[in-house]
């Protein structure tokens, strides 16, 4: 279930339905300290997503792997989604 938020930053910031499913299948778990948990990729959560989709499906998304979402811890509602504007390079994928 998404807030309003969160569905006008999904279009505001152009991020693909399929990415959120993704990170909350795959996505790595931090709590916020405010009643959310944030959920993001990791070089782990990369790796199993490999496992799962082949390399090449995700080194055609590489992109989509800088967003994270915050779900709230009461209710597993999406509050919000937004993207990392600092690139991790994955070893997983090669990526220089």
Known sequence: MYTK????????RGI?????????????????????LIRYFSERSVSRL???RGIDFC?????SFRT??????????????GINHVNHKYKVLGAA
């Open 16 to 36: 693909q339905p399929f990415v959120c499913e993704m990170l909350l299948a795959y996505g790595e778990k931090k709590f916020d300290g405010h009643g959310g």
């Open 59 to 63: 080194k055609k998304h590489i992109k």
């Open 50 to 52: 490999i496992s799962d």
């Open 68 to 81: 994270y979402l915050v779900e709230s811890t009461t209710d597993g509602g999406i509050i919000t989604v």
């Open 5 to 12: 938020h969160a569905k006008k930053r999904i279009d505001q």
